[in-house]
């Protein structure tokens, strides 16, 4: 019995100490990583960068998920030795989250709440980084008959009329507010409505939900395109001018959060908008087509 | 049918060519577990062994709290932790929000509820008799803890394996608090939210294999050292 007890207190000191081993050389190797970065974890950054800073970048999931970022971003390590932390949620946790101070720059797509956050000193130095635009997609028997019709809010009528089921990101997100914008201009109220699904997801789950439920849903076009061999969802809706869709970078503003990484936020912004990255976001493609289009793109 | 098939079996050409990406990932999951459960043990077993040694009746609205804290929903221990620790918190000045050491927080507080919890049941179950049996044979109070604790040892073992396999499969706490960083403070479970989220279904396949594997390890050991507890 009492060498029993012996050998399994051993071996649950043993469990606890490895573990602690574990995590004291993770961390130390981490440690180490600030200075002399690992050639696997950073496998696409080419050569030896020297990583002297980190910035948090606070972004909706469109940007994120179909690869920009992992495009962009590697090559303003390169150049700077910054690493960009990417937080990718929807634009109004992302303007929260910035507000709050937990982030230093922000890639978002809501113009007016961007200005107005401006103007208020919550945010500085904004600017348009690029655009694309919101489509409506659907199933490809399209039931709401949305087919060669011209503007969003007709075929947002045209779906509440037959009661097609919608599927809405219900995330506060730039997407989820241009699409109540819509609602609110074809004089609708979805919400409560059986065919209306509010899911509070990421724009991928929301494709998603509306591949597998038969259903319409408003989309940025990048995320679609990202992800369009593993829905059957086709184009419901395109090219209506109500469906712009604007981004915009700016950093969180150092008189409201003092410890915020404005100098390398500015960094970041002076790189997407130089002529190279400019360049470099028009020149990004994800299944043969471009997602962004770089400036402002209303005249 | 065929994607999960497909996904199968690029989940385990990612798995025995050992992908760095995965990697990666899978060892973030198991240093901020394993660091969680380490520190939640060290607070969980003395208290769990101090309140197991005290009357039952003594303790009935602690042990509730502790009871419901055992099961406390991650994601509200993430956002409990996300607003202390985020900047406009009362310890943001540390700047640990969206950090691995933010996800072991939230961890620890997620499995030392466990710990606690089951260290209690198991020590009151057979503590009291061998805490009088120490105390006739005359041993000091620390040695009275000590030998109650090795007694225990199998009710402890399972707590803290319990709590371990808690947290490596939660992913809301971790979600809020670490905002799945790609390479800082992604792991296996937020990973499998954005893979699933961008349709690359083969990498979330692999490591829902991978977490299925380590519960498997995890519940075999539990499971012969339960037998092993009562042959002993």
Same mark, same amino acid.
């Given at each position: 019995?009492?060498?029993?007890?012996?050998?399994?207190?051993?071996?649950?000191?043993?469990? @606890? &100490?490895?573990?602690? &081993?574990?995590?004291?050389?993770?961390?130390?190797?981490?440690?180490?990583?600030?200075?002399?970065?690992?050639?696997?974890?950073?496998?696409?950054?080419? $050569?030896?960068?020297?990583?002297?800073?980190?910035?948090? @970048?606070?972004?909706?999931?469109?940007?994120?998920?179909? $690869?920009? /970022?992992?495009?962009?971003?590697?090559?303003?390590?390169?150049?700077? *030795?910054?690493?960009?932390?990417?937080?990718?949620?929807?634009?109004?946790?992302?303007?929260?989250?910035?507000?709050?101070?937990?982030?230093?720059?922000?890639?978002?797509?809501?113009?007016?709440?961007? /200005?107005?956050?401006?103007?208020?000193?919550?945010?500085?130095?904004?600017?348009?980084?690029?655009?694309?635009?919101?489509?409506?997609?659907?199933?490809?028997?399209?039931?709401?008959?949305?087919?060669?019709?011209?503007?969003?809010?007709?075929?947002?009528?045209?779906?509440?009329?037959?009661?097609?089921?919608?599927?809405?990101?219900?995330?506060?997100?730039?997407?989820?507010?241009?699409?109540?914008?819509?609602?609110?201009?074809?004089?609708?109220?979805?919400?409560?409505?059986?065919?209306?699904?509010?899911?509070?997801?990421?724009?991928?789950?929301?494709?998603?939900?509306?591949?597998?439920?038969?259903?319409?849903?408003?989309?940025?076009?990048?995320?679609?395109?990202?992800?369009?061999?593993?829905?059957?969802?086709?184009?419901?809706?395109?090219?209506?001018?109500?469906?712009?869709?604007?981004?915009?970078?700016?950093?969180?503003?150092?008189?409201?959060?003092?410890?915020?990484?404005?100098?390398?936020? @500015? @960094?970041?912004?002076?790189?997407?908008?130089?002529?190279? *990255?400019?360049? &470099?976001?028009?020149?990004?493609?994800?299944?043969?087509?471009?997602?962004?289009?770089?400036?402002? $793109?209303?005249? | 049918?065929?994607?999960?098939?497909?996904?199968? +079996?690029?989940?385990?050409?990612? #798995?025995?060519?050992?992908?760095?990406?995965?990697?990666?990932?899978? %060892?973030? %999951?198991?240093?901020?577990?394993?660091?969680?459960?380490?520190?939640?043990?060290?607070?969980?077993?003395?208290?769990?062994?101090?309140?197991?040694?005290?009357?039952?009746?003594?303790?009935?609205?602690?042990?509730?709290?502790?009871?419901?804290?055992?099961?406390?929903?991650?994601?509200?221990?993430?956002?409990?932790?996300?607003?202390?620790?985020?900047?406009?918190?009362?310890?943001?000045?540390?700047?640990?929000?969206?950090?691995?050491?933010?996800?072991?927080?939230?961890?620890?507080?997620?499995?030392?509820?466990?710990?606690?919890?089951?260290?209690?049941?198991?020590?009151?179950?057979?503590?009291?008799?061998?805490? =009088?049996?120490?105390?006739?044979?005359?041993?000091? %109070?620390?040695?009275?803890?000590?030998?109650? +604790?090795?007694?225990?040892?199998?009710?402890?073992?399972?707590?803290?394996?319990?709590?371990?396999?808690?947290?490596?499969? =939660?992913?809301?706490?971790?979600?809020?608090?670490?905002?799945?960083?790609?390479?800082?403070?992604?792991?296996?479970?937020?990973?499998?939210?954005?893979?699933?989220?961008?349709?690359?279904?083969?990498?979330?396949?692999?490591?829902?294999?991978?977490?299925?594997?380590? %519960?498997?390890?995890?519940?075999?050991?539990?499971?012969? #050292?339960?037998?092993?507890?009562?042959?002993?």
């Amino acid at each position: 019995m009492l060498s029993n007890s012996k050998i399994f207190f051993k071996l649950l000191l043993f469990l @606890l &100490l490895a573990a602690a &081993l574990l995590f004291a050389a993770g961390c130390s190797r981490e440690a180490a990583s600030d200075s002399e970065p690992e050639n696997g974890v950073d496998d696409e950054t080419p $050569g030896v960068v020297k990583i002297t800073d980190r910035i948090i @970048l606070a972004t909706t999931t469109s940007t994120y998920d179909c $690869g920009l /970022l992992d495009f962009l971003n590697p090559l303003f390590t390169e150049k700077t *030795g910054i690493e960009v932390q990417v937080i990718s949620q929807g634009t109004g946790a992302a303007l929260e989250t910035g507000a709050r101070g937990d982030a230093d720059v922000l890639l978002v797509h809501d113009r007016k709440s961007e /200005l107005k956050l401006v103007e208020e000193g919550t945010f500085i130095d904004r600017y348009d980084v690029m655009y694309n635009d919101f489509i409506v997609v659907g199933p490809a028997e399209d039931p709401a008959g949305v087919d060669g019709v011209a503007s969003a809010v007709e075929a947002f009528n045209l779906i509440a009329a037959g009661e097609d089921i919608f599927v809405s990101r219900g995330d506060d997100s730039g997407t989820n507010r241009m699409e109540l914008r819509l609602w609110e201009s074809a004089g609708i109220d979805p919400e409560g409505q059986d065919w209306y699904l509010s899911i509070g997801q990421g724009m991928g789950d929301t494709l998603r939900v509306a591949d597998e439920s038969m259903g319409y849903t408003l989309t940025d076009r990048g995320t679609y395109i990202a992800i369009f061999d593993s829905v059957e969802l086709v184009i419901a809706l395109e090219g209506d001018p109500a469906l712009f869709n604007q981004y915009g970078v700016m950093a969180v503003n150092p008189k409201e959060h003092p410890h915020v990484k404005y100098n390398y936020a @500015l @960094l970041y912004i002076e790189f997407l908008m130089s002529d190279e *990255g400019q360049n &470099l976001i028009n020149s990004f493609q994800v299944n043969g087509e471009r997602l962004f289009f770089p400036g402002y $793109g209303l005249k | 049918m065929s994607r999960l098939f497909e996904g199968i +079996i690029e989940a385990f050409r990612l #798995i025995i060519t050992l992908n760095p990406a995965l990697l990666q990932i899978v %060892s973030l %999951s198991l240093r901020v577990s394993g660091m969680a459960v380490v520190i939640a043990a060290l607070i969980g077993i003395p208290l769990g062994a101090l309140l197991g040694l005290k009357p039952e009746k003594k303790t009935r609205l602690l042990n509730k709290i502790i009871f419901t804290f055992m099961g406390m929903p991650p994601v509200v221990a993430g956002l409990i932790i996300y607003l202390i620790l985020s900047r406009q918190g009362p310890l943001g000045v540390l700047g640990l929000l969206y950090t691995p050491t933010a996800m072991i927080i939230a961890q620890v507080f997620l499995a030392s509820p466990i710990v606690i919890g089951l260290t209690m049941i198991g020590i009151r179950a057979r503590g009291c008799d061998v805490e =009088e049996m120490a105390r006739s044979l005359g041993a000091g %109070s620390v040695l009275i803890a000590w030998t109650v +604790i090795m007694e225990s040892r199998f009710a402890i073992l399972g707590a803290i394996i319990t709590g371990f396999s808690r947290v490596v499969a =939660e992913v809301g706490a971790v979600m809020i608090v670490g905002g799945n960083i790609a390479g800082h403070t992604r792991v296996m479970t937020t990973a499998i939210v954005l893979e699933t989220r961008k349709g690359n279904f083969e990498l979330a396949i692999g490591l829902g294999l991978i977490l299925l594997i380590i %519960s498997f390890i995890i519940n075999s050991g539990l499971y012969s #050292i339960q037998k092993g507890g009562k042959n002993g």
